[in-house]
Each structure stands twice: as structure tokens, then as C-alpha cells.
């Protein structure tokens, strides 16, 4: 079975940096989409970024382009999110997610509908 564990949230002041992990057990690089996402309480979870071998590209919201940043070790099976210029309205919780392969962009735009498999999620805080 497929396992998505999050870490490295915390609390930084703005304009500060976090890296969020994504430990992907059972996971392979075969046919595949991989995803950030994050969720305000009471409003609807946002696509940040994802990776999928459908286009080899990483596909980002416009509310994070140019702050943050996805990669993943495919030594080490972890996805991360390298988060820079962090503003105060970032603060929510993140989730990564898997699915089987599929075109970035609508994963990120309806906010990982189709993701398969889901971490619990990591809360980061960026103090005004």
C-alpha cells in the first residue's frame, strides 16, 4: 500500500522559508502523479503544485509561483516543497498526494480531485 507522511512544518516570520517533506512509501515512478496542496478550515482545499510522468513538468498555482518550489528524490522516494517569501496567508495546513498519472494542470485546478492516496497533513504558520 502506498503512505504519505508529511514533515517540516513550523512557524516562521514572513518572508521566511520552510522545506515540507513527503515520504512516499510503496510508491513507484511509473505512471504517477504527485501533488502539493494545502486547506484553510472551512474553505476548499487549493492545488499548489504536482509532477506526473504524463507531461515531465511541474505545474504551479499562480498564488505560489516564484516563492515555492517542487522537487523530488527519487533515491529517496520523497517529494518536497521548498516554500520561500512566506506571507502570512500561507499559513494552513499542507498535504501531499498520489495518483496515478495524469495532466498536472488539472491537478492542481481542481485541487487534487482523482489523488488517490493522501497524507495527514503538516501545519505551517508564517507570523505577520
Known amino acids: 500500500d502506498v503512505q504519505l507522511v508529511e514533515s517540516g512544518g513550523g512557524l516562521v516570520q514572513a518572508g521566511g522559508s520552510l522545506r515540507l517533506s513527503c515520504a512516499l512509501s510503496?510508491?513507484?515512478?511509473?505512471?504517477?502523479?504527485v501533488g502539493w496542496f494545502r486547506q484553510d478550515p472551512g474553505k476548499a482545499r487549493e492545488g499548489i503544485s504536482c509532477?506526473?510522468?504524463?507531461?515531465?513538468?511541474?505545474y504551479y498555482a499562480d498564488s505560489v509561483k516564484g516563492r515555492f518550489t517542487m522537487f523530488i528524490d527519487s533515491v529517496k522516494n520523497t517529494a518536497y516543497l521548498q516554500m520561500n517569501g512566506l506571507k502570512p496567508e500561507d499559513t494552513v495546513v499542507y498535504y501531499c498526494?498520489?495518483?496515478?498519472?495524469?495532466?498536472?494542470?488539472?491537478?492542481?485546478?481542481?485541487?487534487?480531485?482523482?489523488?488517490?492516496?493522501w497524507g495527514k497533513g503538516t501545519l505551517d504558520t508564517a507570523s505577520s
Open positions: 498526494a498520489e495518483g496515478k498519472m495524469r495532466w498536472t494542470m488539472v491537478v492542481v485546478t481542481t485541487g487534487g480531485n482523482g489523488m488517490d492516496y
Open positions: 510503496g510508491f513507484t515512478f511509473n505512471n504517477y502523479a
Open positions: 509532477t506526473s510522468d504524463s507531461d515531465n513538468s511541474i
